[in-house]
């Protein structure tokens, strides 16, 4: 797409080039169920009636909005749009595998680094109750992680118990 940005208006200015670009690309995104053909004759409808009551975004394109070469230009760039989209959207299940992937490996990190960090003191301090409170001989803690299950065993199993009560 950057490419053809670069072969396409090439009279326009730069500024005027990027606001043209940029709101034809959100008309594409916004309307994936309507053809190039449908946006290009949509947006050039538009245009002209804005243009018609002087409330146009692009009073530039007054001058060229029936020019041929600017329609060239704007169904190019609306085809490499729709490219893009369509894309994305093929894109979207490797993208979310993706970051479940990522999320199990923070996980995972997490757990490694836990596992080799002393527990904390409101950790040992909540064991101790949880082990007086359920008459539960009380084990050395090595770890965060060591904690957080026996924490999570008791919680587990002590919940079942008090759910029936």
Do not use: W
Request: hydrophobic residues 30%; proline residues 2%; contains cysteine.
């Amino acid at each position: 797409m950057y490419e053809i940005k670069k072969q396409i208006y090439l009279n326009m200015t730069k500024n005027q080039k990027s606001a043209l670009c940029g709101f034809l690309r959100a008309l594409v995104k916004k309307s994936p169920e309507l053809s190039v053909q449908e946006i290009l004759d949509k947006f050039l409808e538009d245009e002209k009636y804005y243009l018609e009551i002087n409330a146009s975004r692009f009073e530039f394109l007054a001058d060229v909005i029936d020019d041929d070469q600017f329609l060239k230009d704007t169904e190019l760039f609306l085809k490499e749009c729709r490219k893009y989209y369509d894309y994305k959207k093929k894109q979207e299940p490797i993208i979310q595998a993706q970051k479940e992937f990522e999320k199990k490996k923070r996980k995972f990190l997490q757990e490694v680094k836990m596992s080799k960090e002393q527990p904390t003191k409101k950790q040992l301090y909540y064991y101790e109750k949880l082990c007086k409170r359920y008459g539960i001989e009380k084990k050395e803690l090595a770890s965060k992680l060591e904690a957080r299950d026996e924490i999570d065993k008791i919680l587990s199993e002590h919940e079942a118990d008090n759910s029936f009560e």
